[in-house]
C-alpha cells in the first residue's frame, strides 16, 4: 500500500463533518490532490505539530471527530505530544501514522521506526485503543471497527514509498487555509 | 513580580475572554501558573513548540459561531520561560505568523538581572532582540502598570495580531 492509497481508504470512512489535520510534507500534498472537499487543516511548516494541533482541536470541538493524518518522522519529532494526549484522553481523537520509515519529503532518509514501534509507544502512553495496518483490508476493517470505539486511536499503518509523480504543493495561502477551516462549522 | 499581582493578571486575563493558556512552567510566573490551575483553566504541555500546537489548534475553534473569524475565535495564551521561547521560534515563524493565528506569549525573563544563573545569561541577553527580529511585539509588565500592558495585548489579539508580554526576574534564588 502507497501513502495515497492509504489516504484515499481513509477518507472513505471519515464523515464529512469529521475534522482532518494533515502534517506538514508529503501527506497534506496527496491529501490535497485526492481530494479537497473537506477543508482540511494542511501544514505546510511547523515539523512534528500534527499531533498537537489535532489535539487542541479535539479538546474544544468535542461534539466532532478529528482526524490527525501524521508521519512517522513527523510524530518521532514530538514524541512528547503522546503523553499529552494519553492523559487529557480526548475521546474524538483519532490519530492515523502513515509510516514508512524514512524521511520522505527530505529525501527518504531512514527513520527509527525501522527499530521502536511507534504503536506500542501510543500504547504506553494511555491511548485507549491502537492498532496497525499492513494491508488494505486490514486498514479497512480497522477504520470500521474504529467507528464504535472511544479515542485517543492510533492507527499505524505501514505503507511503502512510491515511484509515482509527487503531488503538487497546495496552492492555497495560509491564511486561506485556516479560514477554510475555521468557517466549516 | 509579587504574588497577588500574579495571580491579577491571570485573573483579569480569563475575565476579557483569553479561553485557553497553554505552557510550559517557569518559576518566574508561578503564581499566575498556580492561579490558572486553581480555575482548573491551565494544560501543561512537554516543550514550548508543542504548547503552541495546541493552543493553536484551540484558536481554530469558534467560541460564537457565526460572527466574524477574529470576534469568536477562542484565544490562547501561551506561558514559557525565555529558554523555551528560543526553543519556539520555528514554530511562531512557520505555524503563529505563516497562518496569522493570533496568540499571547507570556514569558518569564531569566538572566534579566546579572547575577541570574550562568545558563540564562546569553538568552536573556539578546531576548529584546529575537523578540525584535521576530517583529513580535511585546511588553513588559510591571506592579503599576500590569492592567496597561494587559489591555495592549488583548486589542492586539482582537486586531488578529500576536505579541509578547515579558515577567522578568527579579530574584536570585
Known amino acids: 500500500m502507497i501513502r495515497k492509497t492509504a489516504i484515499a481508504i481513509a477518507l472513505e470512512h471519515i464523515e464529512f463533518d469529521d475534522r482532518i489535520i494533515s502534517a506538514n510534507g508529503f501527506i497534506s500534498r496527496d491529501l490535497f490532490s485526492i481530494s479537497d472537499t473537506r477543508s482540511a487543516f494542511y501544514m505546510i511548516g511547523s515539523m ?24 512517522d518522522g513527523n510524530i ?3 514524541l512528547g505530544s503522546l503523553t ?37 509507544i501510543a500504547k504506553a502512553c494511555n491511548y485507549n485503543h491502537t492498532f496497525m495496518a499492513r494491508t488494505k483490508n486490514n486498514f479497512e476493517k480497522i477504520l470500521r471497527k474504529i467507528k464504535k470505539l472511544n479515542g485517543p486511536i492510533m492507527i499505524v499503518v505501514k505503507i511503502q514509498q512510491s515511484n509515482d509523480k509527487k503531488s503538487a504543493r497546495i496552492d492555497y495561502e495560509p491564511v486561506e487555509i485556516k479560514e477554510r477551516f475555521m468557517s466549516q462549522v | 513580580m509579587k504574588e497577588t499581582i500574579q495571580r491579577k493578571i491571570f485573573d483579569y486575563l480569563l475575565k476579557n475572554k483569553i479561553y485557553n493558556f497553554i505552557g510550559v512552567p517557569d518559576s518566574t510566573i508561578k503564581y499566575f501558573i498556580d492561579q490558572g490551575l486553581k480555575h482548573n483553566k491551565i494544560l501543561i504541555a512537554t516543550r514550548e513548540e508543542e504548547a503552541i500546537g495546541i493552543a493553536a489548534g484551540m484558536s481554530l475553534f469558534l467560541e460564537h459561531p457565526g460572527e466574524i473569524i477574529s470576534k469568536s475565535q477562542s484565544n490562547s495564551l501561551v506561558f514559557m520561560q525565555n529558554a523555551g521561547f528560543a526553543n519556539s521560534i520555528s514554530t511562531i515563524t512557520s505555524l503563529v505568523q505563516l497562518y ?11 538572566g534579566f538581572l546579572k547575577n541570574d544563573a550562568p545558563e540564562h545569561t546569553k538568552i536573556g541577553k539578546i531576548q529584546p532582540k529575537l523578540l525584535q527580529a521576530l517583529s513580535l511585539q511585546s511588553m513588559v509588565l510591571d506592579e503599576k502598570s500590569w492592567k496597561k500592558s494587559c489591555d495592549w495585548a488583548l486589542k492586539l489579539i482582537k486586531d488578529g495580531k500576536s505579541c ?4 522578568p526576574r527579579e530574584f536570585v534564588d
Request: charged share 15%.
Open chain 1, 48 to 71: 512534528g505539530l500534527a499531533s498537537s494541533i489535532g489535539l487542541g482541536i479535539a479538546l474544544k470541538d468535542t461534539g466532532r471527530k478529528v482526524f490527525v493524518f501524521d508521519g
Open chain 1, 76 to 78: 518521532l519529532m514530538n
Open chain 1, 84 to 120: 499529552t494526549i494519553g492523559s487529557l484522553k480526548p475521546k474524538n481523537l483519532i490519530h492515523v501514522v502513515f509510516d514508512n520509515s524514512v524521511h520522505e519529503s527530505t529525501g527518504s532518509q531512514p527513520t527509527n521506526t525501522n527499530f521502536v514501534s511507534i504503536e506500542k
Open chain 2, 100 to 110: 496569522q493565528i493570533p496568540m499571547i506569549f507570556l514569558i518569564g525573563w531569566r
Open chain 2, 164 to 167: 509578547a508580554l515579558i515577567i
